[in-house]
């Protein structure tokens, strides 16, 4: 099956910095992208569409100055936590569909293996 | 609101038996629902998809009903094995958008 990367896998950062997440489809290309966030035994939750060539789609209560995403190819979307404070500590994880598939959007995504963020 | 359930008790069982997992929705119209495995600090795992105007869905040992009236889906695995321990996260999603929205996932363990 196609093949999300996403990179780091885990990063410890300092209150008040900024972190960046890099999220690649590998062997496809996708115009969509999404970014959840998931908190220690609890379900994954959406925080934004990322879309190509235009601004990503935010979910209710998710801050866009807060969360800055790029996705500017139809292989790489980022996620940067900015000036990142203990409770944005969490796992991200990215997922996206194939282009090719696009047509049909009940196919299935392809998750990343995540994101763990420490802010300490 | 709209909710999407599934049992937050872990679900244990004995090698060989047959697992059964439930998710409820309401105040859902769901187009057509999926489901993932997520293994402990990884990304999820795509299993099985299946739509409105399907009834029952099979993969190997894997099987899915979906019940539009009951707002329901029943994810079984048959003959079970130890690797088969993992959370189960059903996803709901609509013809109109793309995005899924998760339950919260069923842990199953299963034992020798």
């Known amino acids: 099956g196609a093949v999300v990367s996403q990179h780091p896998s885990w990063v410890i950062c300092k209150s008040g910095t900024s972190v960046k997440i890099e999220c690649r489809s590998l062997?496809?290309?996708?115009?969509?992208m999404f970014w959840y966030r998931q908190f220690p035994k609890q379900s994954l939750m959406l925080m934004a569409t990322s879309n190509e060539g235009s601004k990503a789609t935010y979910e209710q209560g998710v801050e866009k100055d807060k969360f800055l995403i790029n996705h500017a190819s139809l292989t790489l979307s980022t996620l940067t936590v900015t000036s990142a404070h203990p409770e944005d500590s969490s796992f991200y994880i990215c997922s996206a569909r194939d282009h090719r598939a696009s047509g049909s959007v009940s196919g299935e995504l392809f998750f990343g293996e995540g994101s763990r963020l420490t802010v300490l | 609101s709209q909710k999407i359930e599934q049992n937050s008790e872990a679900l244990n069982i004995q090698e060989g038996k047959t697992a059964t997992l439930t998710c409820n929705y309401t105040?859902?119209?769901?187009?057509?629902l999926q489901w993932y495995r997520q293994d402990p600090g990884r990304g999820p795992v795509f299993l099985l998809l299946?739509?409105?105007?399907?009834k029952e869905k099979r993969k190997e040992r894997l099987k899915v009903t979906f019940d539009t009236t009951l707002k329901q889906s029943l994810f079984h695995i048959t003959a079970s094995q130890p690797a088969d321990s993992a959370t189960y996260l059903c996803a709901l999603g609509t013809g109109t958008a793309s995005k899924l929205t998760f339950g919260t996932g069923t842990r199953l363990q299963v034992t020798l």
């Open positions: 105040n859902y119209s769901p187009a057509y």
């Open positions: 062997d496809f290309q996708a115009t969509t």
């Open positions: 299946i739509r409105e105007n399907e």
